[in-house]
């Protein structure tokens, strides 16, 4: 099974809006709305910051924000703040008990 | 708070062994599913195996090809990942991370990670 293909890459500036995307299939995000993703900066372990698809976990501010279209979940950040670079991962439940992941997208806040 | 701490990680031979070990708190470990997540250095994150909470259900990665096995102790709060005949392939982060409540499909939290090199 392979890894959700996302971008290695996105950047946007202060106060700003990016959207990163994660590309699977018909057997992981395109077939169940249990898509998350996480944060995580340098030397910590990852952060949940969205679950099915669109949810914020308390505390997550809501300048995080999620959705799907088919096979392709996409993560957007409104208002970008210098705490938010970071890479982030998506996830998705692709059946029988077991998770894939994304490669990562390394977000840059210029 | 809920913590996750992991240890055992360390420098180990190819062909090797390796068990990790993930110390729980803060909740009612026995309640939820665990998970262990590898990340090799500079990619992306790889889910390990998965283990229900009474241990009744266990799922792999297709790619660890029966070397790997997770366990957990309840009544120590504990989980576990036994690691066999280890290749370089194996060098990662290894994460210990916490299923919600609602079941087997996001992690709410996640521990630091133990780093496992494999090299001869």
């Known amino acids: 099974q392979s890894a959700l293909t996302q971008p290695r890459s996105v950047s946007g500036s202060l106060g700003q809006s990016v959207t990163m995307s994660c590309a699977g299939t018909?057997?992981?995000?395109?077939?169940?709305?249990?898509v998350s993703w996480y944060q995580q900066h340098p030397g910590r372990g990852p952060k949940l910051i969205i679950y099915d698809v669109s949810k914020r976990p308390s505390g997550v501010p809501d300048r995080f924000s999620g959705s799907k279209s088919g096979s392709t979940a996409s993560l957007t950040i409104s208002g970008l703040q210098a705490e938010d670079e970071a890479d982030y991962f998506c996830?998705?439940?692709?059946?029988?008990?077991?998770?894939?992941f994304g490669g990562g997208t390394k977000m840059s806040v210029l | 708070e809920v913590q996750l701490v992991e240890s055992g990680g360390g420098l180990v031979r190819p062909g090797g062994s390796l068990r990790l070990s993930c110390a729980a708190s803060g909740f009612t470990f026995s309640g939820h599913s665990m998970s262990w997540v590898r990340q090799a250095p500079g990619k992306g994150l790889e889910w390990v195996a998965t283990i229900t909470p009474s241990s009744a259900y266990l799922y792999y990665a297709d790619s660890l090809q029966g070397r790997f096995t997770i366990s957990r102790d309840n009544a120590r709060n504990s989980l576990f990942l036994q690691m066999n005949s280890l290749s370089d392939e194996d060098t990662a982060v290894y994460y210990c991370?916490?299923?919600?409540?609602?079941?087997?499909?996001?992690?709410?939290?996640w521990g630091q990670g133990t780093l496992v090199t494999v090299s001869s």
């Open positions: 018909s057997s992981d995000v395109g077939a169940y709305n249990f």
């Open positions: 991370a916490r299923f919600t409540i609602r079941g087997e499909t996001e992690f709410d939290y």
């Open positions: 996830c998705s439940y692709a059946g029988r008990y077991t998770v894939i």
